[in-house]
């Protein structure tokens, strides 16, 4: 698998099991996660984008429509991430640098301004969901790999 697939499927997993003020702040996200996964398969046989950076290739442009429409039409769910990242620094760069590929924000700083008086701060994001109640209830779960902590 390619960098970006193993970093969008550990980023789904972390939104996900990350809650937010409200169900509405995931649902973005969600959307955003089915796109990466509905594309993993393809991107393994795509040709390669940028030669010098084997991590990127034509197929990880297909979910940046997606991403931008979001930051247009609902950047409060949209910006739940910069909690994500600020509790999970050590995705920061790499998420940062799919958000710069698709022309959103080029850095952690630029995501922090982008999300400015919107994203909770990441004291009042919850670590852990609610376990009695399913987080998307009317989504059918993807099959998720078991991957090693990080």
């Given at each position: 698998?390619?960098?970006?697939?193993?970093?969008?499927?550990?980023?789904?997993?972390?939104?996900?099991?990350t809650p937010t003020r409200a169900e509405n702040d995931r649902l973005c996200w969600n959307k955003i996660?089915?796109?990466?996964?509905?594309?993993?398969?393809?991107?393994?046989?795509?040709?390669?984008?940028?030669?010098?950076?084997?991590?990127?290739?034509?197929?990880d442009y297909l979910c940046c429509p997606l991403m931008v429409?979001?930051?247009?039409?609902?950047?409060?769910?949209?910006?739940?991430?910069?909690?994500?990242?600020?509790?999970?620094?050590?995705?920061?760069?790499?998420?940062?640098?799919?958000?710069?590929?698709?022309?959103?924000?080029?850095?952690?700083?630029?995501?922090?301004?982008?999300?400015?008086?919107?994203?909770?701060?990441?004291?009042?994001?919850?670590?852990?969901?609610?376990?009695?109640?399913?987080?998307?209830?009317?989504?059918?779960?993807?099959?998720?790999?078991?991957?090693?902590?990080?």
């Amino acid at each position: 698998m390619n960098a970006p697939i193993i970093l969008a499927i550990i980023l789904c997993v972390t939104i996900t099991i990350t809650p937010t003020r409200a169900e509405n702040d995931r649902l973005c996200w969600n959307k955003i996660s089915k796109c990466i996964l509905d594309h993993e398969a393809r991107s393994l046989v795509e040709p390669k984008y940028n030669p010098k950076s084997p991590s990127f290739n034509m197929t990880d442009y297909l979910c940046c429509p997606l991403m931008v429409q979001t930051v247009e039409t609902d950047k409060a769910c949209f910006c739940t991430i910069d909690t994500v990242l600020h509790q999970n620094p050590t995705l920061a760069s790499n998420v940062t640098t799919i958000f710069s590929v698709c022309s959103i924000v080029d850095s952690l700083a630029s995501l922090d301004n982008l999300c400015l008086g919107i994203a909770p701060t990441p004291a009042e994001a919850p670590l852990y969901p609610d376990v009695e109640a399913p987080l998307y209830p009317d989504v059918e779960a993807p099959m998720m790999p078991v991957l090693p902590p990080l």
